[in-house]
T-cell receptor, first 115, second 112 residues
Framework: AQSVTQLDSHVSVSEGTPVLLRCNYSSSYSPSLFWYVQHPNKGLQLLLKYTSAATLVKGINGFEAEFKKSETSFHLTKPSAHMSDAAEYFC?????????????FGRGTSLIVHP | GAGVSQTPSNKVTEKGKYVELRCDPI?????LYWYRQSLGQGPEFLIY????????DSGLPNDRFFAVRPEGSVSTLKIQRTERGDSAVYLC??????????FGEGSRLTVL
């Protein structure tokens, strides 16, 4: 079975300061991991993905995430927040057991960026 | 079109009525997913198609929910005897098998 836990429901930062959104996962096999972003009244957009290549993954808009198997974590970071980063962020795990591929979403973290 | 298209974008119906939600995936994508997202929650898996067949329907909440994909492209999610608890945004996504998901903007269903 697979699951994902986003440790913070809300994260508030000031513009120009670093962003850290935390995600822990549970998986029986070698997981694929993703971060998606959802802006208000918009569709979900892929930020980045990990699929067993490099453990440090770079995504769009300056975001990156590091896969740490020993900690079962896949935290999302950005060195300097921008006002346009304010959105809902979802960590997603996929565990291809038995040939199935059903991505499981976390509950989401709302990123608030103050001027 | 270039992306996943979902219609209608908004649907308001009365309790007990029947509704259909349509998803037009990206051309060539063999996998198609339906998710449901309630306010303040992450998307919840409903059903997954590989080609024309439902490869996994374990997320459908009960037998009032049904989905089809008869030609391996467009899919329709059907909800019978709607209840107020069915109100949510219904999301469709498509992908190549094992690839990243591409989402539509969703169909917001409100049951009065």
């Amino acid at each position: 079975a697979q699951s994902v836990t986003q440790l913070d429901s809300h994260v508030s930062v000031s513009e120009g300061t670093p962003v850290l959104l935390r995600c822990n996962y549970s998986s029986s096999y070698s997981p694929s991991l993703f971060w998606y972003v959802q802006h208000p009244n918009k569709g979900l957009q892929l930020l980045l993905k990990y699929t067993s290549a490099a453990t440090l993954v770079k995504g769009i808009n300056g975001f990156e995430a590091e896969f740490k198997k020993s900690e079962t974590s896949f935290h999302l970071t950005k060195p300097s927040a921008h006002m346009s980063d304010a959105a809902e962020y979802f960590c997603v795990v996929s565990d291809p057991a038995g040939g199935s591929y059903i991505p499981t979403f976390g509950r989401g973290t709302s990123l608030i960026v103050h001027p | 079109g270039a992306g996943v298209s979902q219609t209608p974008s908004n649907k308001v119906t009365e309790k007990g009525k029947y509704v259909e939600l349509r998803c037009d995936p990206i051309s060539g994508h063999t996998a198609l997913y339906w998710y449901r997202q309630s306010l303040g929650q992450g998307p919840e898996f409903l059903i997954y198609f590989q080609g024309t067949g439902a490869a996994d329907d374990s997320g459908l909440p009960n037998d009032r929910f049904f989905a089809v994909r008869p030609e391996g492209s467009v899919s329709t999610l059907k909800i019978q005897r709607t209840e107020r608890g069915d109100s949510a945004v219904y999301l469709c996504a498509s992908s190549y098998t094992g690839g990243e998901l591409f989402f539509g903007e969703g169909s917001r269903l409100t049951v009065l």
